[in-house]
């Protein structure tokens, strides 16, 4: 696919350089490998991880991404199921955070990664 857009390449995780590689080579919904990732783009061979240790940075995002889904989850049990039990704000928020994961985790790498790599846009990667 040429010319994927910027939403679309960081919605479907792709590489930041080409827009077509994929970052990760499991599905998101392999739990047991949520963390690996590709060392190069599979597509344009750009450097995906630039040094080791490179996307602790990601943890600050991840952890944003909690407090959200935290902060949401009290305010709309609070408003729709009229304040209810505390079990029952643990309990959502719990198995909704096991729900996201996956997708917390790896948004919060591709986020990074699109912020803090210094890997911009090249349409014309491949006359290169
Ligand atoms: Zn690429």
């Not at 857009?5 to 919904?29: D, V, Y």
């Not at 450097?47 to 944003?64: K, W």
């Not at 955070?97 to 846009?121: D, E, I, Q």
Request: net charge positive; charged share 15%.
């Amino acid at each position: 696919m040429k010319n994927r857009s910027l939403g679309a390449a960081m919605l479907q995780g792709c590489c930041p350089k080409c827009r077509e590689g994929k970052l990760f080579p499991t599905s998101i919904l392999s739990y047991t490998k949520l963390s690996e990732m590709h060392q190069k783009c599979p597509k344009c061979d750009a450097v995906l991880v630039p040094e080791p240790d490179f996307f602790y940075g990601a943890m600050y995002i991840s952890y944003a991404f909690s407090v959200a889904l935290v902060v949401n989850v009290l305010i709309i049990l609070n408003y729709l199921f009229d304040d209810p039990d505390v079990w029952v704000y643990v309990t959502t928020v719990v198995v909704a955070n096991l729900l996201l994961v996956p997708a917390f985790l790896r948004y919060s790498k591709v986020l990074y990664l699109y912020g803090v790599g210094k890997l911009s846009y090249d349409p014309h990667w491949e006359n290169k």
